[in-house]
């Protein structure tokens, strides 16, 4: 998962020198001819994130009101159980664990690429304006067109996605650059918050209360509506923007290099921002505006596969979020996040998005205080 050159072999000191996330990479040679380069931490990190992705998915299956074991979930899934269990997973439970591991990953690998370009590890869609956007849109269906589902859902669509066009023109400047994009970002979500009030102010009490629930961000009563065009999305997007996984590791070099080095800065970044930008509208279509998952789910996706010697800080450039490592954590923060959100608080069951602005809060402080120890801010 990594693009670092393997190195060669040194003797005495030299050896020793070379860093451990390089000794790590290991080159795989299929019989077809074919050659891959691995991360070996990486590839272990991704596999235990999968495992836990899963595990949790079918831990928030089995519970509920009527409880089910590991086992009677699997055997369901695989076509046994009794017609009620068949009802509860595949009706009930299955369609909110998909949107969960889904909207998860959606939100994960788009503040991977946002953080990637922006050189910023604060550069997320919640942070620069674009989930204020699909709020916006989602707002004006429900206030002016007392839109249903669908409506509301194609509200937030294009709200998010015309939010990315307009903080794309306005940061453009001979190209789109980090500093700038992140900035423009920051004064558009403050904009769009204040639209976000507007808008509550005209809402009837009826319109109010469902504009609130929507924008707290819940996964309660997600079917497999939900589920089918989040899949789609990410089924063409999340390709699109690992495909385009090497060109943005050259970005982290710094424009000049890229070119150099044969990259088309301008038609790469603006291709991973607009795919990003259209999987961050179409997650919080189907789930509302959930805070902080993409903020935190690249850091902490990276934190866990850096070398000792990069975690002391000192000034040293880090390497940008892992896309595939950062979904996969996303998906893992959002169904751990729903488990916690209905069993720990008793009768009140909490919507996810409150427990992940709560955590989410305290990471960025935490985040925040890291990264001026460590000289980068």
Known sequence: MS????????????AENVPASVRRVRAVRTKGGVSLRLDMRATVVGLLLLAVALAAGIALIGSGDYPMTPGEVFATLTGDGDLGQQYIVHELRLPRVLVGLLVGAAFGISGAVFQTVSRNPLGSPDVLGFAQGSSVGALVAI???????????????????????????????????????????????????????????????????????????????????????????????????????RPLRMLEMGDD?????????????????????????AATAAAGPISFVALTAPQVARRLTLPRWLKGGGGAPMPGPNPVLSALMGSVLLVAADWASQRLFGADQLPVGVLTGVLGGGYLLWLLATERKAGRV
């Open 257 to 281: 290099a890229a070119y150099a080095l044969g990259v088309r800065v301008d038609r790469v970044r603006i291709t991973v921002l607009l795919a990003a930008v259209v999987l961050v509208a």
């Open 143 to 245: 206030v002016y067109f007392q839109a249903g589902a669908f409506g509301v859902a194609a509200g937030a669509v294009a709200g998010g996605v015309g939010t990315g066009i307009a903080i794309f023109l306005l940061a453009w400047k001979r190209g789109i650059h980090g500093y700038r994009f992140v900035l423009v970002g920051i004064g558009a979500s403050a904009m769009l918050y204040a639209m976000v009030l507007f808008l509550m102010t005209k809402a009837n009490i009826v319109e109010a209360t469902r504009a609130t629930t929507w924008m707290t961000g819940s996964l309660n009563g997600r079917d497999w509506d939900q589920v089918q065009p989040l899949a789609v999305v990410c089924a063409v997007l999340v390709p699109l923007l690992l495909f385009h996984g």
């Open 3 to 14: 693009a670092t050159v393997k190195s060669g072999k040194g003797t005495g000191s030299e």
